[in-house]
């Protein structure tokens, strides 16, 4: 166990307590901050809108360092502060709800990475740690994207990786196997660290590292310096040999109209009522006439986005006739995105397929809502402490089923904005055979944030991890097709109208990701947790071993 000292301790002796030099690692404790610090920034930049995917691993060793050899109540700290640096800059699209709401957020958020540094740190004292160390970093993201109130799995690891050298990962265990390489990835660049630290040390002043036993540069027991760059290399190598489906020359001409809004911040759709709706049925008619002119080619379908339209069709004939009007001139079916009444007190987040002929008829009812934006948690008490909070108006209702929907000559899979970070809706949507993948969004309280840009990176992610286009329709941007591979081959910018008829690959073929669905994740979960408990099992083992030994002394003194 490590002795955490107030001061740098003197050269190891032959004989003397193992892991010398962790403790020497663990002063100053500026040391271990400035990695903290410096892991935090790294996971940000890897983000989206600057996308440098390749930090990331370099962020996760330098937080795995910074609480390498603690103990798990001290190791809290340092991930602490990893946790606040990444999320500040990587969260800050939430600012426009209120300082407030930003700040609280990342704070609570930042409390899961204090609680896997500690887990890391416990972990460290076994051999091969930066596996289980990588296990654990799964297990807190799932941790993260379930409590509370449904969880926030925004801004996971794999998230950074929309289009890199881990993304083949995703076909075979989705985003949990790809935050797991990266991590992986990060803790076998944090052990290089260690053994070059060890290497360039005397042997008299390294002491006796369980992962390096005796001797320079610590070779017994553990991988030296070169097999764990070796390892670091060899992860993000290993994803190319991750088979790929082919083609199955297949396409769908999909129109995608962004009609954008009159409003900005926390009013984005304005005062004026019927505004937004007549944007996007001024654009059918638009698309319509570019179709008659021979300008744009017929679109099969057409896919419209969340919101685009701000009055209820079922209970205005206004809105209804709007629609109806514009699907009619369109000539094909489209999918409307409409938040509509529930009952007297209720709403749902719809996608509806309108027929030129039928009118509205099938939809799909969006499950995973927005905590505080689509329905207020603990909502008498909040009421009471927060006058925003009256702002979400009337409740949502969960939808119930999933977001296969026949519209023309496809079935597609609805996803409704804020769902596509959550693995369970799009796995189970794409299990229903749905393609491709349709992301009807709303983000103009988040305009020109860092929001957009992240939430399109795991478009990215999805495509792959289950062999189907995604077409993202935005109200105001970032629309934009990507394709199976997970090349983003059409985008629009962002507060601007914009509309096109996209030719969309159509595959049916499954990953082994989607037919494995969450297994992977929970295989992880328990390789990391039951690390942890080896750990505490060996400490409980050594208390009863030094509580045997301190009675037989007493025995011996009478």
């Known amino acids: 166990m490590v002795q955490e000292k107030t001061a740098v301790p003197p050269a190891a002796a032959p004989g003397e307590s193992p892991r010398r030099w962790a403790a020497l690692l663990s002063h100053p404790a500026s040391g271990r901050a400035a990695a903290a610090v410096a892991g935090g920034l790294l996971l940000f930049l890897s983000f989206p809108p600057l996308g440098l995917w390749f930090l990331a691993p370099f962020g996760v060793a330098l937080a795995m360092l910074a609480s390498y050899g603690l103990r798990a109540r001290r190791a809290v700290w340092p991930g602490l502060l990893t946790g606040l640096v990444f999320l500040l800059p990587a969260l800050h699209w939430a600012s426009p709800i209120g300082t ?57 690891l794999a998230f950074s990786q929309g289009e890199s050298v881990f993304t083949p990962y995703a076909a075979v265990g989705g985003a949990p196997l790809v935050g797991f390489a990266v991590a992986l990835c990060g803790g076998l660049l944090a052990l290089a660290a260690l053994r070059l630290r060890a290497a360039r040390r005397p042997a008299s002043r ?52 962004q009609g954008n809004v009159p409003g900005r911040g926390m ?7 019927a505004v937004v709706l007549g944007n996007h049925t001024r654009m059918l008619h638009e698309m319509a006439r570019a179709v008659r002119e021979g300008r744009m080619p017929k679109p099969d379908l057409v896919v419209l986005p ?81 006058e925003r909070a009256a702002l979400v108006g009337k409740q949502s209702v969960p939808g119930t089923r999933d ?103 159509v595959r049916t073929g499954q990953t082994i990701a989607t037919r494995a669905g969450a297994l992977p994740e929970w295989i992880l979960i328990l390789v990391g947790t039951g690390a942890v408990a080896a750990v505490a099992a060996r400490r409980i083992r050594n208390l009863a071993h030094a509580a045997g030994g301190r009675d037989e002394q007493q025995v011996g003194d009478a």
């Open 306 to 386: 969340e919101n685009s339209t701000d009055i209820d069709p079922y209970r205005s004939e206004f809105a209804r006739r709007q629609i109806d009007d514009a699907v009619k001139d369109v000539g094909v079916p489209v999918l409307v995105g409409a938040v509509v009444g529930i009952g007297e007190d209720g709403r749902a987040t719809r996608s509806i397929v309108w027929d030129p002929v039928t009118g509205p008829g099938a939809y799909y009812d969006k499950q995973k809502l927005v905590p505080f934006g689509e329905y207020t948690p603990l909502k008498d008490l909040m009421f009471a402490l927060f």
């Open 100 to 156: 407030d709401a930003w700040l609280g957020l990342t704070a609570l958020e930042s409390l899961f990475y204090a609680a896997w540094a500690a887990g890391s740190a416990l972990v460290s004292r076994l051999p091969l740690w930066p596996l289980w160390s990588a296990a654990l970093w799964v297990a807190m993201e799932k941790a993260r994207g379930s409590f509370p109130f449904g969880g926030f799995p925004w801004v996971r």
């Open 206 to 257: 390294a002491g006796r590292d369980p992962e390096a036993g005796p001797g320079p540069g610590g070779r017994r027991g553990g991988a030296p310096l070169a097999l764990a760059l070796a390892g670091a290399l060899a992860v993000p190598a290993a994803a190319f040999a991750v088979p790929r489906h082919g083609d199955e020359g297949r396409t769908v001409r999909i129109g995608v109209v």
């Open 403 to 505: 977001g296969d929907l026949r519209v023309g000559p496809v079935t597609v899979g609805a996803i409704n904005c804020y769902e596509v970070a959550y693995d369970g809706v799009v796995g189970d949507t794409a299990r229903t055979g749905a393609t491709p993948l349709v992301v009807q969004t709303n983000n103009a309280t988040y305009a020109l944030t860092n929001l957009p840009p992240q939430q399109l990176a795991m478009s990215q992610l999805r495509a792959v991890e289950h062999n189907r286009a995604v077409l993202t329709s935005a109200i105001t941007g970032i629309s934009a097709l990507v394709n199976p591979g997970g090349e983003v081959v059409w985008r629009t910018g962002e507060l601007v109208p914009a509309m096109d008829v996209l030719t969309v690959p």
């Open 267 to 273: 009013n984005p759709l304005g005062n004026e009522p």
